[in-house]
T-cell receptor, first 110, second 113 residues
Framework: QKEVEQNSGPLSVPEGAIASLNCTYSDRGSQSFFWYRQYSGKSPELIMSIYSNGDKEDGRFTAQLNKASQYVSLLIRDSQPSDSATYLC??????????FGTGTRLQVTL | ETGVTQTPRHLVMGMTNKKSLKCEQHLGHNAMYWYKQSAKKPLELMFV???????ENNSVPSRFSPECPNSSHLFLHLHTLQPEDSALYLCASSSQVGGYEQYFGPGTRLTVT
């Protein structure tokens, strides 16, 4: 079982719609979770961090964490073509090591 | 310079060459990391340094040799690499090891011929 799992996609959404990206994790001891955006050929860029259950909003981005169900999600409102990228979910488990999923490729279509 | 910088950005080397990757962070962080990113695979943690002391070696072959002279600089020395070592090598830093936000450099695209 992978420690952090994501659907590889591609997830295709029309411009202006809400993109919903999901991630599940296996380590119940995980405390900190992060979403990174990675454009093709570029390095990961941190866009959201979340540490407690519930929602955290930052501009068009909302991260959601449910520790009981062991999932993390990222909502992108009013999706733009510039949001097209691969989104990496990462969590810090009991070993205090950041573990990444394989990423979900998002395509925002005109 | 701001954030995390890496040089070179691209590197092509033969299997018998010796080369080094350099990383520098300008964030005042105490922890630095090397990751390997290959196509279709998740980011693989290679090494962790905390206050310039190595705290983790994730079963990395000895042909990769890290060096951390201080909390701001990190090197990855490469020798007798294999073609399967071709990948994007990323450096990252965080304020401390553990559940803290990590910031990545632009990476070095390595091709081993």
């Amino acid at each position: 079982q992978k420690e952090v799992e994501q659907n590889s996609g591609p997830l295709s959404v029309p411009e202006g719609a809400i993109a919903s990206l999901n991630c599940t994790y296996s380590d119940r001891g995980s405390q900190s979770f992060f979403w990174y955006r990675q454009y093709s050929g570029k390095s990961p860029e941190l866009i959201m961090s979340i540490y407690s259950n519930g929602d955290k909003e930052d501009g068009r981005f909302t991260a959601q964490l449910n520790k009981a169900s062991q999932y993390v999600s990222l909502l992108i409102r009013d999706s733009q073509p510039s949001d097209s990228a691969t989104y990496l979910c990462a969590g810090t488990g009991t070993a205090s090591k950041l573990t990444f999923g394989t990423g979900t490729r998002l395509q925002v279509t005109l | 310079e701001t954030g995390v910088t890496q040089t070179p950005r691209h590197l092509v080397m033969g299997m018998t060459n010796k080369k080094s990757l350099k990383c520098e962070q300008h964030l005042g962080h105490n922890a630095m990391y090397w990751y390997k990113q290959s196509a279709k695979k998740p980011l693989e943690l290679m090494f962790v340094y905390n206050f310039k002391e190595q705290t983790e070696n994730n079963s990395v072959p000895s042909r990769f040799s890290p060096e951390c002279p201080n909390s701001s600089h990190l090197f990855l020395h490469l020798h007798t690499l294999q073609p399967e070592d071709s990948a994007l090598y990323l450096c990252a830093s965080s304020s401390q090891v553990g559940g803290y936000e990590q910031y990545f450099g632009p990476g070095t695209r390595l091709t081993v011929t």
